[in-house]
């Protein structure tokens, strides 16, 4: 089956650097995506990594290895205001897409 | 893991012809779902918000009357598409939220891609 892990609860200092990794089992892929999701409100588009590599946008960086069906979320310099809900999400070969179950981060001052 | 459905998954029709999608929670009851556009590569855009047993919630520049959103039960939503055409072209994703579970926490469909020729 298809499926998407990534932890269910992080949580990090102000200013600090947190990673956050999603490992996903697909049948195909056609790209990988994260969103935040603050309480109560809709998602928002972070990244969108379809070759292997680093992307960076600012204080975040998304990282994709497609032959270890492995993403990770990094954000620097941490801020309250990146206390949110991160959902990875992986398009397959059918261009569904596949979700992870969102990984709470808390930040603490 | 709670499942939400979609159903169909890809759908192609005519300009001004109406498409009904379908959203389903398999093994719990949502007492709210959501229905999003989603742009290439871009942003999930919300459309309207959902409630069993009420009118939807349409978001601002959203045509209500275009959208018809229906949630008949705890486990279905529909957004049928009326008089379709091609700018209506997008991947539609469905949301639903758990009743009794985490605030908050939705948990999203595979997704509909439509294409209005």
């Known amino acids: 089956g298809q499926n998407i892990d990534q932890p269910t609860e992080m949580t990090a200092t102000e200013g600090a650097i947190v990673q956050i990794n999603c490992t996903y089992q697909t049948s195909g892929f056609n790209g990988l995506f994260w969103y935040q999701q603050h309480a109560g409100e809709a998602p928002t588009f972070l990244s969108y990594?379809?070759l292997d590599g680093l992307e960076e946008k600012g204080r975040f960086s998304s990282f994709l290895s497609r032959s270890k069906g492995y993403s990770y979320l990094l954000l620097k310099e941490l801020q309250m205001k990146d206390s949110a809900s991160y959902l990875c999400?992986?398009?397959?070969?059918?261009?569904?897409?596949?979700w992870g179950a969102g990984t709470k981060l808390i930040i603490k001052p | 893991g709670a499942v939400v459905s979609q159903h169909p998954s890809r759908v192609i029709c005519k300009s001004g012809t109406s498409v009904k999608i379908e959203c389903r929670s398999l093994?719990?009851?949502?007492?709210?779902m959501f229905w999003y556009r989603q742009f290439p590569k871009k942003s999930l855009m919300l459309m309207a918000t959902s409630n069993e047993g009420s009118k939807a919630t349409y978001e601002q520049g959203v045509e209500k009357d275009k959208f018809l959103i229906n949630h008949a039960s705890l486990t279905l939503s529909t957004l049928t598409v009326t008089s379709a055409h091609p700018e209506d072209s997008s991947f539609y994703i469905c949301s639903a939220k758990a009743s009794g579970r985490e605030v908050d926490t939705q948990y999203f469909g595979p997704g509909t891609r439509l294409t209005v020729l």
């Open positions: 990594n379809v």
């Open positions: 999400a992986v398009m397959d070969s059918n261009y569904q897409l596949i």
């Open positions: 093994d719990f009851q949502a007492t709210t």
